[in-house]
């Protein structure tokens, strides 16, 4: 969860590492910290709070120049966001120092052993642990590599470290387990990071590494090795966007750039999805045609947005396949003995490819000889490096906390992979599957159109400033963009807000109906008689029990609009896709609405963008 960034090169490293630290916010903004090799040893200086904090004070106290150094900005796992728990940590010598991404689980017996042995501890961190130790193996080993190898062996858990040695400048250290970690390689500079947000300003070459490997960095290149000290590959990619991807673009937040940018991040993840002979192809489908025909069940594992993206493509996958699919929460899939089989198979999504209870589950699943198929927006990442197939994303770099063009790329993903079943199955003829398509070319632009007329959402904020609660409801896939609605607010409002499916609003919900609660409302569209006309009861009931009613629906539905204290007209777009028009309002209006309370939009407290513990 943490931003983690080392530097070794002719560059100031103070400078490089804050301007890494920045773009990395996101990922924790507990507390942040630094420590580069000078002359005179080790020099740290790190701060509680966001990165501001740490800014104004090397403004203040500036530390000696470097052109080697770490820095890290914390996500609070271990011990409170205080100074003495922010990162780096030093050894009790003061000769190496640790940043660490992760959880260290056998820390606490770890530390019983090293207090025994003398060692006097300074904070309440796991990491201290890991710097402790890389302290003491340094003075046995003589090589800072050598050192971090036989720390590594002792540690239990998920965790990325980075390290340098105050008596070997010019080198930077650092291991991976379960945590993300990649390279950059520049010109006569080397980078690592958390992130490649955090080097993208001087370099776009990128090096992942793999599971349980240590990397020597120097500004003349690196060296990738096993937890073992066996020479291990390394895997050199190019990054496909730049710094000004990174950057807000005019706008006061990232996410309401990034809420502006889905119709283009939609359009990128359609593009160049059909062959010469008008099949549909995807990413990286490395599971040959045969075996997906045998699939008799789909396992959609995700947490949180991803979820959502999840529930939506349940729909369109059986409909268009036939198959049966579930959808799991990735933190329960493992611990309640799931059943799957060879012919299951499991689909994952996560924005950044490092979501640990999504790693767990697909590992889990790969045991029981499952095919896994990764959903994911970050080249490289553990995920998809550990799945059978990929299919990427092109949403861009979200920076914002509160996920956004991630959650539309993502239903757009699921929708390719439905109709590559269907196509790979026969259960939907190849004219009817490029009709499909020609649909979903059509979403951006339908999209753009919603973005266009988002005043009135910014309106209803402003009237609704004063609430405490507000409830979402929806049917179908409108159901699942009412959860992810009430999401948003209570992400970034810190209000009560709760979603539900319409369905069931008879069966409790309805007690928490009172004059003036705002009740959002998706309705299907006009072409599903049934349903609409339910929903359409449903805003009913709970405007005669004094409900404040906000009505997401279809341009002309003129049945719906009789019962809308507020009108919010979507374009006409089939049922299935209709969760990409819908959840851009409601994005909106949370992001509207968290500015007005006076909240930092992009930076929700207690939450951090990628969570890369369990």
Partial sequence: MCGIIGYVGPRQAQDVIIGGLRRMEYRGYDSAGIAVVADAGLALAKKAGKLANLVAELAESPLPPSTQGIGHTRWATHGGPTDGNAHPHASQTGRVAVVHNGIIENFASLRADLEAEGVTFASETDTEVAAQLLGREVERAGSLVDAMRAVCNRLEGAFTLVAVDALSPGRIVAARRNSPLVVGVGVGEMFVASDVAA??????EAVELGQDQVV????????????????????????????SAAEKGGYDWFMRKEIFEQPRAVSDTLLGRLDGEGRLVLDEIRIDDAELRRVDKIVIVACGTAFYAGMV???????????????????EFRYRDPIITPTTLVVTISQSGETADTLMAIRHAREQHAKVIAICNTNGATIPRESDAVIYTHAGPEIGVASTKGFTTQIVACYLLGLYLAQVKETKYGDEIRDLLSELEQLPAKMQHVLDGLDQMAGLARDFIGCKSLLFLGRHVGYPVALEGALKLKELSYLHAEGFPAGELKHGPIALVEDGLPV?????????????????????????????????????????????????ELPKVPTLFQPLVAVIPLQF??????????????????????????
């Fill in 199 to 204: 080097f993208i300003e001087y370099t776009r």
């Fill in 216 to 243: 020597e960095v120097t500004p003349d290149g690196y060296e990738v090795t096993s937890f073992t000290g066996e020479a291990a590959p390394s895997h050199p990619y190019h990054i496909d966007w730049d710094l």
């Fill in 313 to 331: 493509a349940k729909y369109a996958i059986e409909h268009w396949t036939r198959v049966p699919c579930e959808v799991e929460i990735a933190s």
């Fill in 520 to 568: 959002f409302v998706v309705v299907p569209p006009q072409g599903r008689d049934q349903l609409h006309d339910k929903v359409v009861s449903n805003i009913q009931e709970v405007r005669a029990r004094g409900a404040l009613t906000v009505v997401l629906a279809e341009e002309g539905d003129d049945e719906a609009r009789p019962y809308a204290d507020i009108f919010v």
């Fill in 589 to 614: 209006f949370a992001c509207e609405l968290a500015t007005l309370l006076g909240h930092d939009v992009d930076q929700p407290r207690n939450l951090a963008k990628s969570v890369t513990v369990e």
